[in-house]
Every structure is written in structure tokens, then in C-alpha cells.
């Protein structure tokens, strides 16, 4: 898809069919994910990919809605903050580079057809237990990945004049 269009159309998918994602349709978005930039290119990130079947129940303790476990994947985006590069003043980009890599992840399921939605409002300590999370692995978002079942709404958005400053 053109990539204007494609910012323009995606959007945060709640409700998925229940429908199996093509094997080479998931690898070209994780391939997505792996080709995003990062501080120093360092790459000092890990995609977790949760099979949601037979673990719904268990997935609902990260998060609750019914529509996160709908899909057949839950993708996990973590951050090792000790592999992170970190600006001179002690700014660690783990988290930065985590974001990039979900952008670039949802962007390209939305290419691919797929739905998604960034969930950030999860429980981390319950992520950790669940995912068997080393100190270091820091859980930043979470997205379902599968075919959406619901339509996408009217985009609100600022105006571009109330969000960019021009320095002359």
C-alpha cells in the first residue's frame, strides 16, 4: 500500500476474527520490526510472540479485554536496558527504540492486511511472571496481532498548526 495511505487507514483494531495469520505475512512484520532504527543501531530489543491459544486466560492477567486474546498473537515488545545505547547525560533509549520497533511492526501488519493495537496500559509485573522476564528485559508494549473484526472510526486528530513549531 502506498505509504501515505497506509498511515492514514491504520488503526487500533478491538475485535479480531478468529482466523489463523498466514505464516509469510507474520515473518514480513517481524522483519519490519527487526529493520527499525535504533540508538546506535544497537538493536537492544526482543520480540516476544505469544500464541494466544490455550492461553487466553493466563494473557488476560497483562491485560483484560476480551479483544486482546481474540487474535492468534500477542506480540510483546521489550527493551534491555543494560544492551541500550545511552545518551552522554545519562538518557537511556531502550524505550525510545522499543516504540520505533512497534511502530514499524504495526505499520507493517497494517500493510499486510493485519490488525492491531498498541496496548501500553498493561500490567508489567504480571507481564514480567508470565513471559519469564529477565531484570533487564523491560516490557514497553504490547499489541494483538490477527484480522480485524470491526471497522475503523473517524480519525480525531490536532491541527498540524497546534503540534509543530517552525525556528527560523
Known amino acids: 500500500m502506498e505509504f501515505s495511505r497506509l498511515i492514514r487507514e491504520r488503526y487500533s483494531a478491538r475485535a479480531y476474527l478468529d482466523k489463523p495469520v498466514e505464516e509469510e505475512k507474520l515473518r514480513r512484520v517481524l522483519e519490519a520490526a527487526v529493520l527499525a532504527p535504533t540508538a546506535a543501531n544497537w538493536q537492544a530489543f526482543r520480540l516476544i510472540i505469544i500464541s494466544t ?35 552522554k547525560d545519562g538518557k537511556n533509549y531502550g524505550e525510545v527504540d522499543a516504540a520505533i520497533v512497534m511502530d514499524h511492526l504495526i505499520l507493517a501488519a497494517a500493510n499486510e492486511g493485519l490488525g ?53
Open 53 to 87: 491459544a490455550g492461553r487466553k486466560e493466563q494473557l488476560k492477567k497483562i491485560y483484560s479485554r476480551d479483544w486482546f486474546t481474540q487474535p492468534p498473537y500477542v506480540i510483546c515488545v521489550c527493551s534491555l536496558r543494560s544492551e541500550s545505547w545511552t545518551r
Open 116 to 168: 492491531t493495537c498498541w496496548v501500553g496500559a498493561f500490567d508489567p509485573q504480571a507481564a514480567r511472571e508470565i513471559l519469564d522476564l529477565s531484570d533487564d528485559g523491560e516490557p514497553v508494549a504490547f499489541t494483538p496481532l490477527g484480522y480485524a473484526a470491526d471497522e475503523p472510526g473517524a480519525k480525531k486528530r490536532k491541527r498540524l498548526e497546534d503540534l509543530v513549531r517552525f525556528e527560523p
